[in-house]
């Protein structure tokens, strides 16, 4: 039974270096064809490198590749430390001024993107990263680079580029971050949750980037009583949350999209209600509004917007 088992995990490990053996191939063939100088360097060790790059030397010795590769490597990539990332390194040793002689990170690296992601995605592939692969942030030429910097401790975890997650994704979305910023809003710069409470930045099946299977789903995860059962459903809450709520942010209270009655109007045109309880300009019969129509207008009678468990909850009144 045990070397039954043993055999198994002895040929799933066998599978897997295989695979990895077979994904660097692919990268090193990738390389020869750039004829980049890189391609018939030989690894120098990072002694070496530490010798003349000192300051990144003491930065780089607090994160947890250092940690992880100089004191307990797993693995002889992980042994190959500076290396591991940046590949081979004797062509840049003999001629640290030639372009590409080594694998630079960053957006200004000729070497294909590929080929400067895939150094990360030896050890990184799959998992979170499952969608990877032609997901919008890889589509649109991102680099693990844009958002992670591993050569010092820039943000207390993730190794972030900038002193957090938030910070890091709003480098480049500005409109989230100004939609953050309105009169409602979900308390992310107050520091409550994070673009990845919700989002996947590595890819994910769910447009945009969610990380779970649709936006109802990625909302009950914080608020769950919303997601019922409820006797009486209010079908437009089961569809999707976004009927009616932006996810970032809003003018209108409770991050709603449309203020409230025309909210509710935007769906229910014609309803049995005396004079509709339209706003004045609405009204067929001149200036006239239903004071009941104001502040929390249908909402006075109809409370229970997201569903109601009372018998007697059918027009969602209690
Ligand atoms: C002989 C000294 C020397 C050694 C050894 C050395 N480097 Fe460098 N490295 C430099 C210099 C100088 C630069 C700056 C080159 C420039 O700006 O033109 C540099 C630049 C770099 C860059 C940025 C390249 C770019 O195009 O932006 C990386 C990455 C790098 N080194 C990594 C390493 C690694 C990893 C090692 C060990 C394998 C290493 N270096 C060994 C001197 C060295
Ligand atoms: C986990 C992968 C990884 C490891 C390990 C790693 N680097 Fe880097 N290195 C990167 C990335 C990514 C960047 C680009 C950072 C940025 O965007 O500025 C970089 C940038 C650099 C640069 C140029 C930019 C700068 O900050 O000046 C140098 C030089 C460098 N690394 C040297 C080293 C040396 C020396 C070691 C070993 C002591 C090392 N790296 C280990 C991933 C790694
Ligand atoms: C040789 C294997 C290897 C390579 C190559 C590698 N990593 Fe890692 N990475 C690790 C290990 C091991 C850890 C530590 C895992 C732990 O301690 O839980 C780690 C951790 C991380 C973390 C989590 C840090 C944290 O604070 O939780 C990030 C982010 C990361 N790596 C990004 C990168 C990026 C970006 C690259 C490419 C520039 C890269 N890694 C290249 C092996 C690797
Ligand atoms: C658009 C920004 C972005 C890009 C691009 C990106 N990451 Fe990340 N990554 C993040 C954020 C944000 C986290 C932190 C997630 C958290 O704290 O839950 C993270 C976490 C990680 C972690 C640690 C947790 C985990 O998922 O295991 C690893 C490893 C990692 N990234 C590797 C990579 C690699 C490899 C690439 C390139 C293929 C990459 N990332 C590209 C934003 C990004
Ligand atoms: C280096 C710039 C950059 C960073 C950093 C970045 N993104 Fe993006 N992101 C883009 C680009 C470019 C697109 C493509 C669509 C666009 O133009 O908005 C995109 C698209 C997206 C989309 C999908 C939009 C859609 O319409 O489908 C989401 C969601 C997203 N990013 C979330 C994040 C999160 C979360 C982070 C932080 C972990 C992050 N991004 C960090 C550049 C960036
Ligand atoms: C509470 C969950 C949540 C948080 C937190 C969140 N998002 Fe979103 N985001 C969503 C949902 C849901 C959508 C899709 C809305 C839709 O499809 O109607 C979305 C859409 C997007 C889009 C697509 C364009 C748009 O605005 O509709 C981008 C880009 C984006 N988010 C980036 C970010 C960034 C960057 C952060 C952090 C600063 C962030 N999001 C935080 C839930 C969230
Ligand atoms: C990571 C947890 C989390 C997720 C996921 C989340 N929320 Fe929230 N939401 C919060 C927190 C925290 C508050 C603030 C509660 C408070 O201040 O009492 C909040 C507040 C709200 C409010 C009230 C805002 C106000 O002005 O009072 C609405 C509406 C809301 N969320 C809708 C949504 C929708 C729709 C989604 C899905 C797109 C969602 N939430 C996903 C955590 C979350
Ligand atoms: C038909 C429109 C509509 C839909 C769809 C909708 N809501 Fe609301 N939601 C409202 C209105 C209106 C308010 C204003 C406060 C109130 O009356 O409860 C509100 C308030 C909230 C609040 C803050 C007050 C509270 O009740 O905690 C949260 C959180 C919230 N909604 C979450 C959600 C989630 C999650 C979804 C999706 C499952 C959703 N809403 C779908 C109309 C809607
Ligand atoms: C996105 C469209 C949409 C919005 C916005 C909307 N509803 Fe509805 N509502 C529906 C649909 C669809 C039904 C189900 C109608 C049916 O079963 O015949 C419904 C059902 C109802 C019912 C029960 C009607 C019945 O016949 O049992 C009430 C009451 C109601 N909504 C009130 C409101 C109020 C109040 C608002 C504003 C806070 C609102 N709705 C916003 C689409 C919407
Ligand atoms: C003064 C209390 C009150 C207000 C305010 C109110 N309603 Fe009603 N509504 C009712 C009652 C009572 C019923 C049930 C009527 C019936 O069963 O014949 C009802 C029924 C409904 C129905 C289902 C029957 C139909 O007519 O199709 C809808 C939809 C509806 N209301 C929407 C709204 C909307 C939208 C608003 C805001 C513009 C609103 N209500 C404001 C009390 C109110």
Redesign the pocket.
């Known amino acids: 039974m045990r070397t039954d088992m043993l055999s198994r995990l002895l040929a799933l490990l066998l599978c897997w270096l295989t695979t990895a053996a077979a994904q660097a191939a692919d990268q090193t063939d990738a390389l020869r064809e750039g004829g980049w100088p890189l391609s018939n360097a030989e690894y120098v060790g990072a002694d070496t490198c530490k010798n003349c790059h000192q300051a990144i030397k003491a930065h780089y010795a607090h994160t947890k590749h250092a940690i992880a590769f100089e004191r307990n490597p797993d693995s002889p990539l992980e042994e190959r430390n500076c290396e591991a990332c940046h590949g081979p390194g004797s062509a840049h040793r003999d001629n640290p001024s030639e372009h590409d002689s080594i694998v630079a990170f960053g957006q200004e690296s000729e070497l294909p993107k590929a080929v400067v992601n895939g150094q990360c995605l030896q050890c990184h592939d799959g998992g979170e990263r499952t969608h990877w692969d032609s997901s919008i942030h890889d589509a649109n030429e991102l680099m693990c680079s844009d958002c992670h910097n591993p050569m010092a401790r820039f943000s207390r975890k993730g190794l972030q580029r900038f002193s957090s997650v938030n910070a890091t994704c709003m480098a480049c979305h500005k409109t989230q971050q100004a939609e953050f910023r309105k009169r409602s809003h979900m308390p992310l710069l107050e520091g409550k949750i994070a673009c990845v409470d919700c989002h996947n930045p590595h890819g994910s099946s769910t447009d945009p980037l969610l990380k779970a299977d649709n936006v109802n789903q990625v909302c009950y995860t914080c608020h769950q009583e919303k997601r019922g059962p409820f006797v009486f459903e209010h079908a437009p809450v089961r569809e999707n949350c976004s009927n009616c709520h932006k996810p970032h942010g809003s003018n209108h209270e409770f991050l709603l999209k449309v203020a409230r009655?025309f909210l509710?109007?935007s769906c229910?045109s014609?309803?049995?209600?005396i004079n509709d309880?339209?706003p004045a300009e609405a009204t067929p019969a001149g200036p006239f509004t239903d004071a009941?129509?104001a502040g929390r207008?249908?909402q006075?009678?109809?409370a229970q917007i997201h569903g109601s468990n009372h018998p007697a909850g059918v027009?969602m009144?209690r």
Request: with cysteine.
């Open positions: 009655p509710c109007q229910h014609h309803s049995r209600h309880m339209l009941r129509v207008s249908c006075n009678c109809h027009r009144h």
